[in-house]
């Protein structure tokens, strides 16, 4: 039961995402494997995206390559269980082209209890140091990380699949003024903004006729 609620909480996250990466784009999903939503996204884009655990980082430095950057990078809960989320973000930045986009889900605030209840039934996997973060957070942390938020939404009144009730709430009404501060997810496009940062030093020559 537990596993076939995550999939459809999990397939309502990769529909959003999916809602903003190109036909052609590429996208990379940094994160857990529990948590993955690339195996869930339509064929189509799917084909051009890669699950990328966060175990698998470098210690230290660009998380990509120059050059290799994909076009869209999800980050599906990834704030809530970083320790440094400052420095994630910095570090995802290096070697960030313009044209790539950060997508980004978060839980609301509101539903933290209903989210450590879910965390006590087995129903989602426990964080033991769990950061909560507000729309102010994110955003302001954004900022100083070098990116502007380009789009924000909020998202998802109800987490679990109920025949048709389900599919009105999400689609319907989790975007309306006055319900859309109740939604479960909120969602965040930023893009860098500045002079891109790169992950190599800046040499120096000094000749000496």
Not at 80 to 91: A, G, I, K, P, S
Not at 124 to 136: H, S
Request: proline share 10%; with cysteine; net charge positive.
């Amino acid at each position: 039961m537990a596993r076939a609620l995550r999939r459809y909480f999990h397939a309502l996250l990769a529909r959003y995402f999916a809602e903003y990466i190109p036909p052609a784009g590429s996208a990379a999903e940094i994160g857990r494997p529990s948590r993955s939503v690339v195996s869930l996204l339509p064929s189509t884009k799917r084909e051009r995206a890669l699950h990328v655990p966060l175990s698998t980082l470098p210690a230290s430095g660009a998380f990509f390559a120059a050059g290799a950057y994909p076009d869209r990078v999800i980050l599906n809960g990834v704030l809530h269980y970083e320790r440094d989320v400052q420095t994630f973000l910095e570090r995802l930045r290096l070697n960030c082209p313009p044209r790539s986009r950060v997508l980004l889900a978060s839980y609301s605030m509101l539903w933290r209890p209903v989210v450590q209840l879910a965390n006590w039934l087995g129903l989602r996997e426990a964080d033991p140091d769990e950061n909560w973060l507000t729309a102010a957070d994110i955003d302001n942390l954004l900022t100083v990380s070098g990116y502007q938020r380009v789009v924000a939404h909020a998202r998802v009144l109800c987490p679990v699949y109920i025949p048709l009730i389900s599919a009105f709430l999400n689609r319907w009404l989790a975007p309306l003024p006055g319900v859309r501060q109740l939604a479960l997810m909120h969602f965040v496009v930023a893009r860098p903004v500045g002079f891109p940062p790169s992950d190599t030093r800046p040499s120096v020559s000094v000749v000496v006729p």
